[in-house]
């Protein structure tokens, strides 16, 4: 947004006395309120009391100025917005910070919606935070309202798939860096985007940004959290390539420890919050042919078998073999089988036993064996070509799968002394390549 500024001044003479304002003038003594709710505050008299951030950053300016101050306590830990859009007429600025006065800013936002600002921070509760409310240097000050709302978790706006490499691509709604990670790795065994390229980064420009508009940004997973000045990639991958904007990174708040992508497709580092520069940052997860996941508990059967799951090869949409999903430690000569799904995962107790059913319905069967070995002893096996059980039956469940489908799977076998008279494997996740 082009901004045309106007600069005037208050007299002090004018200016009456702050008593009636809402929101502390003075930092030191900031005006105690918590929770969510719709909170007045009156910047018309208030004078400059908070100092320059670098996060708070805008058209050249990083000062607020006449600003009021909030002692502002969650009620609950999570992420909060705090808004002034369709609030008030003021050119507003707003910041959280961790301590008042010259506390380190953990969200800053200057024009979100118009001249107003919105800002999403994640908070612990218990925690006091400063909430800095006033306007952009040399504008009027005025009443309003800020509203605090805590923000439920960031949902999947836009799905593509790269139609060469198959990698799948889920663009969140803004949220922190924490959150985006979170969700990749608990919702879809992956985590956010490893920039292999150059290439790669054209392609986000031409055919995911504009998705959202010329104004995106996206996290990525670089990060030096663990270690300042050592970025690391949140998959393990030793991706050495690097897009940096001019200056960066320079862990400018001293707490710039998560990289995202910045209008101009740079890179650059900044503090865990869902805006940058004013800009909502989007989560950009990468789902590529992940190594399978083992979860869920290990039961002991009668016999005092510990039956666990592996896989070797490559779950694929497309090839008719190649994937061996395998269970052993199975007791000898005992009938079972691999059944599968595609609804997530759950733990369930097996009956009064040691083992659990780890797949939400529904799931599919396939067919069932025997797994050979010594009766008696824990050294049989049940073996699925998972690909080709998905080859050769077209109306499985979950056909026709794609590149980037997450299947569970898990084994199950005779056990007559066991409650139920079966026992279960632990179980294992995998993604489906292409």
Known sequence: MLRFRAFCTVSAALAPALAHAQG????????????????????????????PNALCYSAGYNQIERDVWFAWTPGASGVY????????????????????????ALGCNDDACGFQSSMDVPVS???????????????????????????????????????TTGHVYKVLSPCTWKEAELIAQASFNAHLVTIEGFSEVQYISLNIKPLIGSNAQFWIGLNDAAVEGTFVWSSASTSSYTNWDAGEPN??????DYVHIR?????????????????PVYGLIE?????????????????????????SGTPSASASSGFQVR????????TGLIFYGTAGRTALAWGTGSSFLCIKAPTQRTPAHSSAGSAGACDGSLLLDWNAFRAANP???????????????????????????THMSDALEFIVCP
Not at 137 to 160: C, E, F, M
Request: aromatic fraction near 8%; charged fraction near 10%.
């Open 251 to 256: 862990n400018a708040s001293a707490t710039e």
């Open 327 to 334: 269970v052993d430690q199975v007791e000898g000569q005992k």
């Open 263 to 279: 209008t101009n497709a740079k890179w650059n580092d900044a503090p865990l919050g869902s805006s940058s520069y004013n800009l």
């Open 24 to 51: 502390s003038d003075a930092c030191g003594t900031a005006q105690a309120i918590q929770g969510s709710g719709s909170f007045a505050f009156d910047t018309t008299f208030a004078t400059t009391d908070g100092g």
């Open 287 to 311: 789902i590529g042919c992940n190594a399978p996941t083992n979860y869920c508990t290990v039961g002991t059967s009668s016999a005092g078998c510990a039956a666990a799951i592996s896989a």
């Open 81 to 104: 917005r705090f808004e002034t859009c369709s609030q008030t007429a003021v050119d507003t600025w707003i910041a959280l910070l961790d301590a008042p006065c010259s506390g380190a």
């Open 395 to 421: 109306g499985a469940l979950g056909q026709p799968f794609a590149f980037g489908d997450t299947v569970q799977v898990q084994g199950w076998f005779r056990d007559p002394p066991s409650a139920k008279h």
């Open 125 to 163: 509760a218990g925690t006091t935070y400063y909430l800095r409310i006033g306007v952009f240097p040399g504008k009027s000050g005025g009443p309003g309202n800020v509203l605090i709302t805590q923000v439920g978790p960031p949902t999947v706006l836009h799905t593509v798939t790269h139609p």
